[in-house]
Antibody, heavy 121, light 107 residues
């Protein structure tokens, strides 16, 4: 049973870069053909997909954030990371990492507990 | 982007009621549609994948249907633990997109 855990600063200053890490236990990123995503939820709002890195290391990003987002992997340490540059208050949200089924099929079946990131000076 | 429109945005129901939520995609997504439950302060939980397949361990009172652009999610007999917000999500294309959510409240 895979478990995911987000970590990173809970407070980021405007114009700086938000950096979060998702650490896996019970699974490896390169086994099973899964996609590994970041998803965020603004306070009291719905869910927004940020992007994924797949089992081969290929990435896909939401066009609305693409110019500011980088998702990378550290397979040896079983973790993947999110970097979001030039943040503003609009980036304040709960950030989740999640696993999507093999070859992007079947839904986000495992999630981290989420981490709140506040953008404020 | 594929737009997902859920309705209603909220509803009030009683324990034992049958509840149905609809989700409409802005284009044909075949059956590439999932449903999630989210409780306050918690991550979403996958309930239904591929429009109608029940995720392992999810009670059979939850069901889903539809194809193309129109989908439904049903709770056959609402239980106290089912009061939550429900989201549909498409994976026919990137970016993955979610409906705006349906909050199921106690009447």
């Amino acid at each position: 049973q895979v478990q995911l855990q987000e970590s990173g600063p809970g407070l980021v200053k405007p114009s700086q870069t938000l950096s979060l890490t998702c650490t896996l236990s019970g699974a490896s990123m390169r086994n099973g053909g899964y996609f590994w995503s970041w998803i965020r939820q603004h306070p009291g709002k719905g869910l927004e997909w940020i992007g994924y890195i797949d089992y081969s290391g290929s990435t896909s990003y939401n066009p609305s954030l693409k110019s500011r987002v980088t998702i990378s992997e550290d397979t040896s340490k079983r973790r993947f990371s999110l970097r979001l540059s030039s943040v503003t208050a609009a980036d304040t949200a709960v950030y989740y990492c999640a696993r999507e089924g093999e070859d992007g099929q079947g839904g986000f079946d495992s999630w981290g507990q989420g981490t709140l990131v506040i953008v404020s000076s | 982007d594929i737009q997902m429109t859920q309705s209603p945005s909220s509803l009030s129901a009683s324990v034992g009621d049958r509840v149905t939520i609809t989700c409409q995609a802005s284009q044909d997504i075949v059956n590439y549609l999932n449903w999630y439950q989210q409780k306050p302060g918690k991550a979403p939980k996958l309930l239904i994948y591929d429009a109608s397949s029940l995720e392992t361990g999810v009670p059979s009172r939850f069901s889903g249907g539809g194809s193309g652009t129109d989908f439904t999610f049903t709770i056959s007999r609402l239980q106290p633990e089912d009061f939550a917000t429900y989201y549909c999500q498409q994976y026919d294309d990137v970016p993955r997109t979610f409906g705006q959510g349906t909050k199921v409240e106690i009447k």
